[in-house]
């Protein structure tokens, strides 16, 4: 993906620990008091939940992320060692699954429609550095660039995965383990590898099937 041509203001060259000090003001300074409360809160209480085995972590973990996520629906299986980070910015459907490992990164705006299965280690970014300033300001200066991540209903993103900012993951879509995405998807196919093409197709619904079926005739009527 190429970095847009716009961007936010480089924080301007700094050293040492003044240079610290202004990173971690400006980093705050892109949260909102309710946002800076829920990265603290994803971080303390999640480390005291995160490690809890069988139903009483995932009991815990639904509680917790229910008032930290945008929306969480329904009861949420969230295994052992899931990593949300910046959670405000995830809006979840019902029946969501998340295996140990997964890191879904919400700051840039992450929805999840119902019946997805996130698996093992998968990673989903929706937001990156900035990297097109010009090399005499460190990336690290240059700021973030946020790109949303959708993904539809009825998705199952296959272990260590990366999903990219920016990317549509359409409904009925398989992630086959250890793609990279980095275009969206289109429904009912499977992509796979790096980056992502479709490797396959799953059965569709028949009233989706319908509409996707070539004409019976072609334009001559023959
Ligand atoms: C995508 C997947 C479901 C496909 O399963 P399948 O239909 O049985 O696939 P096949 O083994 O018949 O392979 C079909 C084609 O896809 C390719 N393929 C399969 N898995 C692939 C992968 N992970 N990456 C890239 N290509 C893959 C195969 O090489 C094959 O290509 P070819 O026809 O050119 O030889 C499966 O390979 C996969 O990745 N499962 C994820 C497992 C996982 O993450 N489990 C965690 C539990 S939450």
Redesign the pocket.
């Known amino acids: 993906m190429s970095s847009p041509a716009t961007g936010p203001a480089p924080p301007g060259p700094a050293g040492g620990e003044r240079g610290l000090v202004a990173l971690v003001r400006n980093f705050l300074r892109t949260l909102s008091p309710r946002q800076a409360a829920t990265v603290w809160a994803e971080d303390w209480i999640g480390m005291l939940v995160r490690p809890i085995p069988g139903f009483t972590g995932f009991g815990l973990r639904w509680m917790l992320y229910r008032v930290l996520f945008a929306r969480l629906g329904g009861l949420p299986f969230i295994y052992k060692g899931v990593y949300f980070e910046h959670s405000y910015g995830i809006d979840a459907g019902s029946n969501l ?1 998340v ?1 140990a490992g997964a890191v879904l990164y919400g700051r840039g705006g992450l929805t999840i429609g119902d019946d997805v ?4 280690h ?1 990673t989903i970014y929706t937001s990156q550095h900035h990297w097109g300033l010009g090399p005499e300001i460190p990336m690290i200066r240059q700021g973030h660039v946020s790109a949303p991540v959708v993904i539809g209903d009825d998705v ?6 990366v999903v990219l900012p920016g990317v549509r993951i359409a409904r009925g879509t ?6 990279v995405v980095n275009r969206d998807t289109a429904p009912y196919t ?5 980056p ?1 093409r479709v ?2 197709e799953r059965p569709r619904p028949a009233i989706e099937a319908d509409t996707i079926r070539p004409p019976l005739f072609d334009e001559e009527g023959s």
């Not at 199952?156 to 995965?161: K, M, S």
């Not at 499977?190 to 790096?194: F, L």
């Open positions: 699954h295996s299965m996130i698996g093992h998968a199952w993103i296959g272990a260590h995965a398989v992630v086959a383990a250890g793609a499977i992509v796979g590898g790096v992502a490797i396959g």
